[in-house]
């Protein structure tokens, strides 16, 4: 079976860190670049971050530059470390899955590219 499975996600007060994990089965995790989306009340679905198969570059939304890191143990797990976390960042995080394209230049942050998803999990930033 096919999964993507979120987890890290919690309540911590502003200025505070979390990590999200994104553990992955049922695919063959190499052929693929990962993504995380968040969803915050009342607002789209957003590209967050993500990172090419085998972690050799990653892609970072603007609002997030500088505080958040994504990472791969290239084995079947993504994570997300969030650092000097806002109350804007409050969402619901999700991961998601494409098979990577030999022709892209790098990831690629637009959610219509990714078909497989996870359930996500909830931060929340306290001011």
């Known amino acids: 079976e096919v999964q993507l499975v979120e987890s890290g996600g919690g309540l911590v007060q502003a200025g505070g860190s979390l990590r999200l994990s994104c553990a992955a089965s049922g695919f063959t995790f190499g052929d693929y670049d990962i993504g995380w989306f968040r969803q915050a009340p009342g607002k789209e679905r957003e590209g967050v971050s993500c990172?090419?198969?085998?972690?050799?570059?990653t892609t970072y939304t603007d609002s997030v530059k500088g505080r958040f890191t994504i990472s791969s143990d290239n084995i079947n797990t993504v994570y997300l470390r969030m650092n000097t976390l806002k109350p804007e960042d409050t969402a619901v995080y999700y991961c998601?899955?494409?098979?990577?394209?030999?022709?892209?230049?790098?990831?690629?942050?637009?959610?219509?590219?990714?078909?497989?998803w996870g359930q996500g999990t909830q931060v929340t930033v306290s001011s």
């Open positions: 990172i090419r198969k085998g972690g050799v570059s």
């Open positions: 998601a899955a494409r098979r990577s394209r030999l022709w892209d230049r790098g990831c690629l942050l637009g959610q219509d590219l990714y078909n497989l």
